[in-house]
């Protein structure tokens, strides 16, 4: 009957194995892998050397029992300056004891038909791991022209051979007990080399990555400041070209008042011109303003409670007046208790450039209606005019800042920052901003802020109906 406590003290035994034995040969931070692998080394010879000497003597092999103790002594003595007093191992002690012993043993052990030809080569390999590459052709060389010279000795006079054990049964048992000996040797080196290459590779593949991903984030940087650099060079030419033409046309007009020869009638036809070249002179400015603005430092958003018919009404009846000069009728149908969340100058703003275009685009006796509503969770308000609608090639850079403006239906232009600037204050205020065009019929720009009540006085649209 097994005793659970006994089973578990064994089991915990041996989940300490592993980090005893790593804690025995060093972590890889304080230590070299030579120096690791020498440490296993050690560690495995006098395990080996404590079981085979007690073997040994049983067995009747004195020289081996001898041969085993020196080694174990000799790594001992190594392994402790090496591990606990940071003493680097002398590589030169671990090849000349192991020339020592195997030649010694190898007189000892029946030569040539005993198992020391099957250690030889496997602690060489040790050699190997733990000493310098430029050390290695010198301990091959030695090697094996000590290899020679032994087996050469024994065949000019085998008598220096000894042959403690009798061919068969203990020849079998002389070679199955020496086999653990190269199969550790071989597992150890192997072990740390496969991991250490392992860990290598790993922290390489790991480096690469972090190298490409930086590459990659830095190619994208590059190419966004390309890009960043390229769009204000194009709308500093854009912006270069469009406010100097309607200030030219303003000193034109200026200078054309100054003359006397002109009747009223004409009088009255240039200040009107003046006074719309002006108009649009200062709307350009202000939407150049408030962008460069937003791209120094990016703009104060102030949210409060708005309601829209009393936060608007001065911006739709100014805009009324300006598109009555145009001859189009701007009309509003917004609920006297629509109340959303926005910031009041932002939103001015927004509506001030949608109805600007709308006029821009809409030709005389046309009509402009401004729609409030509520959608679902927001509020939206409506700018529909019954223009000439948007060209399917031009919606694609509707609100990019370096799109080419287009000319409104009496050759107005403005310098195309107007859209961006209403997208980018409504998504600032926690709102969004969309439309629908269709060429010929007109156009309807939607803008939704987070709505405040359900007042049964507001029009209410059942459902969601963003376009």
């Not at 608007?312 to 189009?328: D, G, N, W, Y």
């Not at 223009?387 to 239906?409: C, H, M, N, Q, W």
Request: glycine share 6%.
């Amino acid at each position: 009957m097994q005793n659970p406590k006994l089973n578990y003290f064994f089991v915990r035994y041996c989940r300490r194995i592993p980090h005893l034995w790593n804690s025995l040969i060093g972590d890889s931070s304080n230590f070299s892998l030579e120096s690791r692998i020498f440490h296993s080394i050690s560690l495995s010879l006098m395990v080996l050397a404590a079981c085979y000497i007690p073997y040994n003597l049983v067995a009747g092999l004195k020289v081996a029992a001898v041969s085993c103790l020196l080694i174990g002594t000799v790594f001992l003595h190594q392994f402790y300056f090496s591990r606990f007093r940071s003493k680097p191992h002398s590589n030169v002690i671990f090849g000349i004891t192991g020339l020592f012993i195997f030649s010694v043993n190898y007189f000892s052990n029946a030569g040539i038909s005993g198992s020391t030809d099957l250690i030889w080569p496997s602690y060489l390999l040790l050699v190997f791991a733990i000493s310098p590459y430029r050390q290695h052709l010198a301990w091959l060389s030695t090697y094996v022209i000590v290899f020679i010279l032994i087996h050469l000795a024994e065949y000019l006079d085998p008598s220096l051979v000894s042959h403690p054990f009798v061919q068969g049964e203990g020849q079998v048992l002389d070679r199955i007990t020496a086999f653990p000996i190269p199969v550790l040797a071989i597992y150890i080196i192997i072990k740390f080399i496969r991991k250490n290459y392992d860990k290598e590779r790993s922290e390489v593949s790991e480096k690469t990555k972090s190298i490409e991903l930086r590459n990659e984030q830095m190619l994208q940087h590059k190419e966004q400041l390309e890009k960043s650099n390229a769009e204000k060079s194009k709308l500093m030419s854009i912006i270069s070209h469009d406010l100097r033409a309607p200030l030219i046309n303003i000193q034109n007009y200026l200078e054309l008042l100054s003359e006397d020869q002109l009747d009223s009638q004409d009088r009255e036809m240039l200040e009107n011109s003046l006074k719309n070249a002006t108009r649009d002179t200062i709307n350009m400015l202000s939407n150049l303003l408030n962008w460069s603005r937003t791209q120094m430092t990016g703009p104060v958003v102030h949210l409060t409670a708005l309601n829209l018919l009393g936060t608007l009404l001065p911006t739709l009846e100014m805009e009324r007046s300006l598109a009555a000069v145009k001859k189009i009728d701007l009309r509003w149908d917004i609920a006297s208790g629509l109340t959303a969340t926005g910031d009041k100058d932002m939103l001015e703003l927004v509506i001030r450039n949608l109805i600007s275009n709308a006029i821009k685009f809409t030709r005389p006796n046309g009509l402009i209606l401004i729609r409030g509503s509520i959608s679902g969770a927001d509020c939206k308000l409506e700018v529909n005019d019954n223009g000439v609608g948007i060209p399917s090639d031009k919606r694609a850079g509707l609100f990019s800042p370096v799109t080419e403006p287009a000319y409104g239906t009496e050759n107005e232009r403005g310098i195309g920052l107007g859209l961006v600037l209403c997208k980018d204050f409504m998504e600032r205020q926690g709102g969004r901003l969309n439309y629908e065009s269709t060429v010929g019929t007109g156009s309807s720009f939607f803008i939704f802020l987070p709505c405040l009540n359900r007042c049964p006085t507001c029009r209410t649209v059942p459902g969601n109906n963003e376009p």
